[in-house]
Nanobody
Framework: VQLQASGGGLVQSGGSLRLSCVASGRIRRIDAMGWYRQAPGKERELVARIISGITPNYADSVKGRFTISRDNAKNTVWLQMNSLKPEDTAVYYC??????????????WGKGTLVTVSS
């Protein structure tokens, strides 16, 4: 199973970006999908997480600005980021909890996409 994240880039403060993450491989079903971020010198933190049929949860720092959504048929999760701030600058990683066709449930991570917000 591979996760491919895209959509990062350089944006001015107040701008918007939309991140995408597509899971592929021997997937039977995906449980939770989420976005995390890691800023320089800081630990990786949860940004948003979504499980089908359950209200998504967000970090307090992004509530009201970021929206997570997913398409189960496409094994894809998006993160719409509005009103971006310089403190949102980080490498963003997607993750997915996957039930593989061979059976085991495993958590997979994408390689990350860099988001830089200039002031």
């Amino acid at each position: 199973v591979q996760l491919q994240a895209s959509g990062g880039g350089l944006v001015q403060s107040g701008g918007s970006l939309r991140l995408s993450c597509v899971a592929s491989g021997r997937i039977r079903r995906i449980d939770a999908m989420g976005w995390y971020r890691q800023a320089p010198g800081k630990e990786r933190e949860l940004v948003a997480r979504i499980i089908s049929g359950i209200t998504p949860n967000y970090a307090d720092s992004v509530k009201g600005r970021f929206t997570i959504s997913r398409d189960n048929a496409k094994n894809t999760v998006w993160l719409q980021m509005n009103s971006l701030k310089p403190e949102d600058t980080a490498v963003y990683y997607c993750d997915a909890g996957v039930y593989t066709t061979s059976g085991p449930y495993m958590r997979y991570w994408g390689k990350g996409t860099l988001v830089t917000v200039s002031s």
